[in-house]
């Protein structure tokens, strides 16, 4: 019998597993997926993010130090930059590789390549069933991203005015053609479509390219992508990959009474620009933080609702 088990291995759950372990609770994370593995996003990580972590970032793994933005809109640019630094961009796979390691030197337990099918809440401990095992927990904490249907559980599925869609490729180039288009900002478009933008990001060695946008007014994401990409002379043939955004600001239930949603499972983004990994971070560790006075104080079980209070 697990304290706690965590079903997926993104920012979300590699932070509620670090705090889990430091906490030392017996605690079991569970990833379908092998890290490192591929995760499209943009690669912008936030200091707002960086500000909720208890170590610091290797500077060898930052690809770019972001100190502004560039807006278009219908013609028009404007570009800002402030005197500190606002973000880094960093490619995903290695990030969340790097968060999951800093969870598994807690002494947290890992399975990798294990795929959750299904759980049941008993009265006193959730049972987790996997495409290899069952495992038996007294509580659950579910962190397997926007695409994972174990959520549904707790909560409904969203409409199309209630999550977005994006598409995002990655394309070489040299360093000194990306610092001839951008050097430490982000290029930001916006007018291409109603609730969304598109954006170009100066990696190392290559660009990040994407739109996002409110499901309900991106019917055809695709073809806005490559138009998007013609329009700002990416004329090749480019791997696109997608994938959906919850929307943020919705009212959507996130516990029962031995599990919690947390990072995108729960819908917790910025409203505004669609980043997810500062709240991905947060909310999992207050969920744990929640879950471990219940274990650890003795606190009653209702004392889980303090997780949305």
Not at 60 to 70: K, L, T, V, Y
Not at 257 to 282: K, N, P, T, W
């Amino acid at each position: 019998m697990y304290d706690l088990i965590i079903i997926g291995g993104g920012p979300s759950g590699s932070a509620a597993g670090r705090i889990a372990g430091k906490k030392g609770l017996k605690t079991l994370l569970i990833e379908k997926e092998i890290f490192p593995r591929y995760k499209p996003c943009g690669g912008a990580l936030s200091e707002h993010a960086m500000s909720y972590l208890d170590f610091k970032i290797p500077g060898s793994m930052i690809e770019r130090d972001i100190f502004g933005a560039r807006a278009h809109f219908k013609g028009q640019v404007v570009e800002q930059h402030k005197d500190s630094r606002i973000a880094v961009l960093i490619t995903r796979s290695i990030l969340d590789n790097y968060l999951l390691e800093k969870a598994i030197e807690t002494g947290i337990e890992i399975k990798m390549g294990e795929k959750v099918l299904e759980y049941q809440e008993k009265i006193d401990y959730v049972e987790v069933f996997t495409d290899n095992d069952t495992y038996k927990a007294k509580f659950i904490i579910i962190a397997e991203g926007s695409q994972g249907k174990l959520k549904y559980k707790i909560r409904r599925k969203d409409r199309k005015d209630e999550y977005a869609i994006s598409v995002v490729a990655e394309i070489e180039e040299d360093n000194e053609s990306i610092d001839r288009y951008i050097h430490d900002a982000i290029d930001l478009h916006f007018g291409w479509f109603k609730h969304g933008y598109g954006w170009i990001f100066p990696h190392e060695k290559h660009f990040s390219v994407g739109i996002a946008g409110l499901a309900k007014h991106l019917p055809h994401p695709k073809k806005t992508m490559l138009n998007f990409l013609n329009e700002n002379n990416f004329n090749n043939k480019y791997k696109l990959h997608s994938h959906i955004i919850p929307a943020g600001g919705i009212n959507r239930k996130i516990i029962s009474s031995r599990v919690i949603l947390s990072g995108d499972s729960a819908g917790f983004v910025d409203s505004f620009i669609g980043e997810g990994i500062a709240y991905a971070i947060r909310s999992g560790q207050i969920a744990v933080e929640v879950i471990s006075k219940i274990i650890l104080n003795g606190e009653l079980i209702r004392v889980i609702h303090a997780y949305f209070w």
